[in-house]
C-alpha cells in the first residue's frame, strides 16, 4: 500500500530553520505531483507548496514565499520542504501529499496522505 512518512519536524525558535522530509513507498512516485500541507489547532488544513511530478513547477503559499522551498529526488522518492526565516505562525502539524490529478490546488485533489510532523516555532 501507499505510504508517505515524514520526518524532521520539531521545536524552533522564531528566525531559525527546519528542514521536512517525506518518503514515499507503494507508489510510481515519478508520476506524482506532491505537496506539502499543515493544519493549526482550530484551522482548517492548507495548502504550503507544491511541486508537479517532473519538479518543473512548484507552487507556494503567499505567506511562505521567499521562506520556504519544496524539491524532490524522483531516485530516492522523497520530497522536501526547507523552511528558513521561520514564525510563530507557521507552528502546526505539516503533512505530505501525493496527488494523481494534473495539479495539486487543495486537499481535494490529494489522493494520499502522510500521518503528519509537528512543527513548533516560538518567540
Known amino acids: 500500500q501507499v505510504q508517505l512518512v515524514e520526518s524532521g519536524g520539531g521545536l524552533v525558535q522564531a528566525g531559525g530553520s527546519l528542514r521536512l522530509s517525506c518518503a514515499a513507498s507503494g507508489l510510481t512516485f515519478s508520476r506524482v505531483n506532491m505537496g506539502w500541507f499543515r493544519q493549526a489547532p482550530g484551522k482548517e488544513r492548507e495548502v504550503v507548496a507544491t511541486?508537479?511530478?517532473?519538479?518543473?513547477?512548484?507552487t507556494y503559499q503567499d505567506s511562505v514565499k521567499g521562506r520556504f522551498t519544496i524539491s524532490r529526488d524522483n531516485a530516492k522518492a522523497t520530497v522536501l520542504l526547507q523552511m528558513n526565516s521561520l514564525k510563530p505562525e507557521d507552528t502546526a502539524v505539516y503533512y505530505c501529499a501525493a496527488g494523481i490529478r494534473p495539479t495539486i490546488r487543495g486537499a481535494y485533489d490529494v489522493d494520499y496522505w502522510g500521518k503528519g510532523t509537528l512543527v513548533t516555532v516560538s518567540s
Open positions: 511541486i508537479t511530478w517532473t519538479g518543473i513547477t512548484t
